[in-house]
């Protein structure tokens, strides 16, 4: 083998395994002797030679190849739980270990709330390149923080497996040909009910297929009727339902009627366009909901001194209906009853809706380094990853096949629903399941904020349903034009 310098001046030859170097005869350039800078650059080029070529065969360290740079992302995490970003540090180790080219950093929330921190990261100009956290995504797309993930989910699809993610989950973060996040966590709403309460009764248990129709808003009224028990003082010693009232959670009892708080439009574009809360089918929700306290009395006053879903929870009503699912979905706690999920009941005669809450992982549009950042959430998203994250913090997993431990701990906690029952729940919630709208919708925090307290009036009987919808109308119709 030769290799000659760039002038011709210097001559590596290797042959039969030995190797010499030799300054080739006759060649000197004008005007520069012995000891002049020529000389001096040669040299140099022949030290550097010899280093790459000798260097490993002579041990001596860091020889023989050049260090490349390492790409260096940066994570944010969440840090109010400390066993999840203890997590998080792991995974980042695992992730490190298998790709020994990426550097990630970790930046916690620690002394500010998860999403002021994102603002101030953004506001300064030091945004992450990747984090997750349901929120407000719609309105990190609109501030244009978001990198548009389709063209790399089209090129590895393969291996995202994307028939492996839940449905409505896979969807929640679309729009149009855009993907914004690649869905990590995914919880569906239910009605729960307790199954001793439902046996005491002489009931059926609620039908677990969302296809059922025979399980109606006046079906429910009946079996609520059935479990409840006065007590003194206008309380309940036991209530049929807990109906839960809470902000986003509201737009439950209008999905179930076939009613919706927004336009199709607003919710195509993430843009709110025109409110549709006064309408018709959401006053027949709305009326059928606050009725369930104060004219069929089978529900517990939302503002008495044990709040509706405490009354479930506490095991003194037979069903729950409009809460969250993490009381129980996302708690490994043995309850001191059995319990079971069932759809929420049709209000009307078109399909119900049922809440779904998505978070997922999303790519800064600043990132410098794409393919780096994309390389994690691939990884992050991965079966084993997922499945390990739910281990942790018991929440279900975006995957169907992540679900598997998480649906037999489910099941156990149960004590009445088997492991196969659980998931075909689980799966009829992703069927008929829409994202939560705060997580959908662009500038959210303004409408819910003047919601809450109009709404807190309603459910307190204190306001009609028609003028409580009528007052929301004419705020979110004033906010919707201020942002046009």
Same mark, same amino acid.
């Given at each position: 083998?030769?290799?000659?310098?760039?002038?011709?001046?210097?001559? /590596?030859?290797?042959?039969?395994?030995?190797?010499? /170097?030799?300054?080739?005869?006759?060649?000197?350039?004008?005007?520069?002797?012995?000891?002049?800078?020529?000389?001096?650059?040669?040299?140099?080029?022949?030290?550097?030679?010899?280093?790459?070529?000798?260097?490993?065969?002579?041990?001596?360290?860091?020889?023989?190849?050049?260090?490349?740079?390492?790409?260096?992302?940066?994570?944010?995490?969440?840090?109010?739980?400390?066993?999840?970003?203890?997590?998080?540090?792991?995974?980042?180790?695992?992730?490190?270990?298998?790709?020994?080219?990426?550097?990630?950093?970790?930046?916690?929330?620690?002394?500010? $709330?998860?999403?002021?921190?994102?603002?101030?990261?953004?506001?300064?100009?030091?945004?992450?390149?990747? *984090?997750?956290?349901?929120?407000?995504?719609?309105?990190?797309?609109?501030?244009?923080?978001?990198?548009?993930?389709?063209?790399?989910?089209?090129?590895?699809?393969?291996? /995202?497996?994307?028939?492996?993610?839940?449905?409505?989950?896979?969807?929640?973060?679309?729009?149009?040909?855009?993907? *914004?996040?690649?869905?990590?966590?995914?919880?569906?709403?239910?009605?729960?009910?307790?199954?001793?309460?439902?046996?005491?009764?002489?009931?059926?248990?609620?039908?677990?297929?969302?296809?059922?129709?025979?399980?109606?808003?006046?079906?429910?009224?009946?079996?609520?009727?059935?479990?409840?028990?006065?007590? @003194?003082?206008?309380?309940?010693?036991?209530?049929?339902?807990?109906?839960?009232?809470?902000?986003?959670?509201?737009?439950?009892?209008?999905?179930?009627?076939?009613?919706?708080?927004?336009?199709?439009?607003?919710?195509?574009?993430?843009?709110?366009?025109?409110?549709?809360?006064?309408?018709?089918?959401?006053?027949?929700?709305?009326?059928?909901?606050?009725?369930?306290?104060?004219?069929?009395?089978?529900?517990?006053?939302?503002?008495?001194?044990?709040?509706?879903?405490?009354?479930?929870?506490?095991?003194?009503?037979?069903?729950?209906?409009?809460?969250?699912?993490?009381?129980?979905?996302?708690?490994?706690?043995?309850?001191?009853?059995?319990?079971?999920?069932?759809?929420?009941?049709?209000?009307?005669?078109?399909?119900?809706?049922?809440?779904?809450?998505?978070?997922?992982?999303?790519?800064?549009?600043?990132?410098?380094?794409?393919?780096?950042?994309?390389?994690?959430?691939?990884?992050? $998203?991965?079966?084993?990853?997922?499945?390990?994250?739910?281990?942790?913090?018991?929440?279900?997993?975006?995957?169907?096949?992540?679900?598997?431990?998480?649906?037999?701990?489910?099941?156990?906690?149960?004590?009445?629903?088997? @492991?196969?029952?659980?998931?075909?729940?689980?799966?009829?919630?992703?069927?008929?399941?829409?994202?939560?709208?705060?997580?959908?919708?662009?500038?959210?925090?303004?409408?819910?904020?003047?919601?809450?307290?109009?709404?807190?009036?309603? *459910?307190?009987?204190?306001?009609?349903?028609?003028?409580?919808?009528?007052?929301?109308?004419?705020?979110?119709?004033?906010?919707?034009?201020?942002?046009?």
């Amino acid at each position: 083998m030769v290799l000659e310098g760039a002038d011709g001046n210097m001559v /590596l030859e290797a042959a039969g395994g030995e190797r010499v /170097l030799r300054c080739r005869a006759g060649h000197r350039k004008r005007g520069v002797g012995f000891a002049g800078r020529g000389v001096a650059v040669v040299v140099a080029v022949a030290t550097a030679v010899i280093s790459s070529l000798l260097g490993p065969a002579m041990g001596i360290p860091g020889a023989g190849a050049t260090v490349a740079a390492k790409t260096k992302i940066t994570l944010y995490v969440d840090a109010g739980n400390p066993m999840k970003v203890k997590w998080y540090e792991q995974v980042v180790q695992d992730f490190e270990r298998k790709n020994p080219d990426i550097d990630v950093e970790v930046i916690t929330s620690a002394g500010s $709330t998860y999403r002021d921190k994102l603002f101030t990261l953004w506001a300064t100009g030091n945004p992450p390149d990747v *984090w997750d956290e349901g929120g407000a995504v719609r309105t990190y797309v609109e501030n244009g923080w978001l990198l548009d993930l389709a063209p790399l989910v089209a090129r590895d699809k393969e291996e /995202l497996q994307i028939e492996d993610f839940m449905p409505a989950a896979w969807r929640a973060y679309q729009d149009g040909k855009h993907i *914004w996040g690649i869905p990590f966590i995914s919880a569906g709403s239910f009605v729960f009910y307790n199954t001793g309460l439902i046996d005491q009764a002489g009931l059926p248990r609620p039908p677990l297929s969302w296809d059922d129709r025979s399980w109606t808003w006046d079906r429910m009224l009946q079996f609520a009727q059935k479990m409840t028990i006065p007590g @003194a003082d206008g309380q309940l010693k036991q209530a049929g339902v807990s109906a839960v009232h809470w902000s986003i959670m509201d737009v439950a009892y209008p999905w179930m009627f076939g009613g919706d708080w927004f336009d199709e439009e607003t919710y195509r574009t993430g843009k709110p366009n025109r409110t549709t809360i006064n309408s018709p089918e959401n006053v027949k929700a709305y009326q059928s909901a606050v009725d369930l306290v104060w004219k069929h009395k089978v529900a517990p006053n939302p503002e008495g001194a044990i709040s509706p879903s405490q009354y479930f929870y506490n095991g003194q009503a037979g069903l729950m209906l409009g809460a969250g699912p993490w009381g129980l979905l996302g708690r490994e706690e043995k309850r001191s009853f059995s319990w079971g999920m069932a759809p929420v009941p049709r209000g009307a005669s078109v399909d119900p809706a049922t809440i779904i809450y998505t978070d997922p992982w999303m790519i800064s549009s600043a990132t410098k380094n794409k393919e780096a950042a994309w390389k994690f959430v691939k990884f992050v $998203t991965s079966k084993e990853v997922m499945t390990s994250f739910s281990d942790m913090i018991f929440l279900p997993p975006a995957r169907k096949s992540a679900l598997v431990n998480y649906i037999r701990k489910l099941a156990t906690l149960s004590g009445t629903m088997t @492991a196969q029952q659980v998931l075909a729940a689980m799966e009829g919630a992703q069927r008929y399941g829409r994202e939560s709208v705060d997580h959908v919708i662009h500038g959210w925090p303004d409408f819910d904020r003047v919601m809450i307290p109009i709404f807190a009036d309603m *459910w307190g009987n204190r306001k009609s349903v028609p003028q409580a919808l009528a007052d929301i109308d004419e705020a979110w119709s004033a906010i919707i034009r201020k942002m046009k």
